[in-house]
């Protein structure tokens, strides 16, 4: 038993699949070079949190390890911003299962660290599919299926490529767009299977796209997946005039990325990011390149 411990966990970017990803079709998703960083100290008369939900998501990761939330002071690192479909609940969740790990002194074998962050990550949104997790906890690019266990298969690029992620500035809960979808799909569940499966048929042709290098390819499939994202509801009209940015900056593709109803876009830019990059800023919103596929892998240290 230690009287302080610490944990970290990347941020995450969804390829292709938000979404239908919940209705059981798989989703490519990697970790981005974002992390969040956690410590957690024994402290007499520590206040909770001041974010309920966080209070609560260390409540329930601690008493898991049997110890009592309140004599327990939280301390939050973050580089990934809150609340914009970068992960950063999944991140959380994972970095405090690993700083109460570190604090009970426990190791975290196999899996362990992902099923235990999944039911943290619950606390925030009951209904997530687990691919944020499990990008989180792998490292990588991933391909994930939701079953029992989840499918997690670790993707090989062909290269290492440049995406660029541009923020709306508007915030948004993942609950608020899947429920809408949730009660769309219960409306007209016929059509709506038929988008989750096209959405999924995306993915499949994703997945060789990436491992064959061919850029251009994923790029148009990953416009196909605004065209569904559309369908689905989630676009918003000042996502859209970003997609409409990145394309026009020479991304070869580009779509809302998480849950959208604001949060991000991600851009496909192998040979011009900072130019896709800089025509973002230039339009006025926050932008970022980061690498998917280089061998050094960002998910699994703690
Ligand atoms: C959020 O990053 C991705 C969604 O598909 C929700 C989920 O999978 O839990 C929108």
Not at 128 to 157: C, H, K, N, Q, Y
Not at 194 to 200: E, M, S, V
Not at 245 to 264: D, H
Not at 274 to 288: I, K, M, N, S, T
Request: hydrophobic residues 45%.
């Amino acid at each position: 038993m230690n009287a302080v411990g610490s944990g970290s966990a990347p941020g995450k970017v969804i390829l292709l699949g938000e979404h239908s990803v919940v209705f059981g079709q798989p989703a490519i998703a990697a970790s981005i070079a974002r992390r969040m960083e956690i410590v957690v100290r024994r402290q007499d008369g520590a206040k909770p949190h001041p974010d309920p939900k966080v209070a609560a998501a260390l409540e329930f990761a601690a008493k898991e390890r049997d110890l009592d939330p309140r004599g327990l002071a939280l301390e939050i690192h973050s580089e990934i911003p809150p609340a914009c479909g970068l992960g950063s609940s999944a991140a959380l969740s994972l970095a405090l299962v690993r700083a109460i790990a570190d604090l009970a002194g426990a190791d975290l074998v196999g899996d362990d660290a992902r099923v235990r962050a999944s039911r943290v990550e619950d606390v925030f949104h009951g209904t997530a599919s687990g691919v944020d997790v499990a990008t989180s906890a792998s490292g990588g690019v991933i391909l994930f299926e939701r079953s029992t266990p989840p499918r997690i298969e670790r993707l090989r690029p062909a290269a290492p490529v440049d995406l660029v992620i541009a923020s709306s500035g508007d915030p948004r809960s993942t609950a608020g767009p899947v429920g809408k979808l949730r009660a769309r799909n219960a409306e007209r569940p016929a059509l709506y299977g038929k988008l989750f499966r096209l959405a999924g048929e995306i993915v499949s042709d994703g997945r060789i796209a990436l491992e064959q290098g061919d850029w251009s390819g994923l790029g148009s499939l990953m416009d196909i997946a605004q065209g569904v994202l559309n369908g689905f509801g989630v676009s918003t009209p000042t996502l859209e005039r970003m997609i409409a940015v990145a394309r026009g900056a020479g991304a070869l593709g580009a779509k809302l990325s998480g849950a959208g109803g604001g949060g991000v876009i991600v851009a496909l830019a192998p040979a011009n990011a900072p130019e896709v990059e800089a025509a973002l800023r230039g339009a006025g919103f926050e932008a970022f390149v980061t690498r998917i596929g280089d061998s050094k892998e960002v998910g699994n240290a703690r």
